[in-house]
């Protein structure tokens, strides 16, 4: 029985890339919505660069906290995870200010 308990909680628990990936689609949905918000309000590039890490807070926290566990999982040690976390939120940041930036001065928002 002691067994069976054992099993059935191992497959229940949360799969570490499971977690980041809902968190890395929530994060990015969130990015996204922000920079349409900001286009279709003709948001100065400055303004919304300062205002796009704020915005999405909470995602970006959730996407790192699953970074840092899926990491774990994997055996990186904490200050190699630690940096793999900031490179890719970083990545996601730069994707979506370049992107930003690109439909800004194309006067065409993503999806025209």
């Known amino acids: 029985m002691i067994a069976f308990t054992s099993a059935l909680m191992l497959m229940l628990a949360a799969n570490p890339a499971d977690t980041m990936g809902k968190a890395r689609q929530d994060y990015s949905a969130c990015l996204s919505r922000f920079m349409q918000d900001a286009l279709e309000r003709k948001m100065d590039k400055d303004e919304y660069k300062g205002a796009l890490k704020a915005k999405c807070a909470d995602q970006e926290a959730a996407f790192r906290t699953a970074i840092l566990a899926s990491d774990k999982a ?16 970083a990545e ?21």
Do not use: R, V
Not at 74 to 89: F, L, P, V
Not at 92 to 112: M, V
């Open 74 to 89: 994997d055996g990186m040690n904490a200050k190699d995870s630690a940096a793999d976390a900031d490179d890719q939120i």
């Open 92 to 112: 996601y940041l730069d994707k979506f200010t370049s992107e930003y930036e690109d439909y800004q001065s194309n006067a065409a928002p993503p999806g025209a």
